[in-house]
């Protein structure tokens, strides 16, 4: 069974730039996890989808940051402009749902660089 | 609100020797769920473990085993006869019964080690 798989793997961009991540998670998975990982830090949620609906988005900085699943598959996190402070891994995740104690399949991330 | 605690940023071991990685949680609430996810140098994070509230029994898998005590809110995590593969970093995560499955992470455990 292919895993949840991203791209790109990295990116570097300036800052005030624009960059687009993708993801695509295991089939069959309804809910969808994008998370920003700083280096040091732990994984923090930015956004969960439930098939193409957002559950939780309260972490995210939505004067810059979107995101969109559409047709409840593939997803887009979007950052426009960049900051500095943006630089991370944005780790994408999947699970069968959203409730309970369902198991998160974490893709290999994509590592921004904003310099 | 929830937060995972782990106060060992980095640890190094010669290879055979014994490893604790401890977790300490904060919440709440009463029914929670909590996991160990190891991430190597790929950037992948693999999940180790789920354990429910309600199961304090410890649990023992290979080279592995998870020491969960409710009493002190800590879910520490063994690594016995550790090998090099074991190198990594590894996070402990909670998350609540209710709240769309989200988890939140501890800050992570370097763990090295060296022949």
């Known amino acids: 069974e292919a895993g949840v798989a991203q791209s790109p793997r990295y990116k570097i961009i300036e800052k005030r730039q624009s960059v687009a991540f993708w993801c695509n998670p295991i089939s069959g998975h309804a809910t969808l996890y994008w998370y920003q990982q700083i280096l040091g830090q732990g994984p923090k949620l930015l956004i969960q989808f439930q098939n193409n609906g957002v559950v939780d988005d309260s972490q995210l900085p939505k004067d810059r940051f979107s995101a969109e699943r559409l047709k409840g598959v593939d997803s887009t996190l979007k950052i426009q402009p960049a900051k500095l402070e943006d630089s991370a891994v944005y780790l994408c995740?999947?699970?069968?749902?959203?409730?309970?104690?369902?198991?998160?399949?974490f893709g290999p991330g994509t590592r921004l660089t904003v310099t | 609100a929830q937060k995972v605690t782990q106060a060992q940023t980095e640890i190094s071991v010669v290879e055979k020797e014994d490893v604790t990685l401890d977790c300490v949680y904060e919440t709440r609430d009463t029914t929670y769920y909590l996991f160990w996810y190891k991430q190597p140098p790929s950037g992948e994070l693999v999940f180790l473990i789920r354990r429910n509230s309600f199961d304090e029994q410890n649990e023992i898998s290979g080279r592995y085993s998870w020491n969960f005590q409710k009493s002190t809110s800590s879910f520490n995590f063994t690594i016995t006869a550790s090998q090099v593969v074991d190198s990594a970093v590894y996070f402990c995560?909670?998350?609540?019964?209710?709240?769309?499955?989200?988890?939140?992470f501890g800050t992570g455990t370097q763990l090295k080690v060296e022949l």
């Open positions: 995560a909670l998350k609540l019964t209710g709240g769309g499955n989200k988890l939140t």
């Open positions: 995740a999947s699970s069968l749902g959203g409730q309970g104690a369902y198991e998160q399949y």
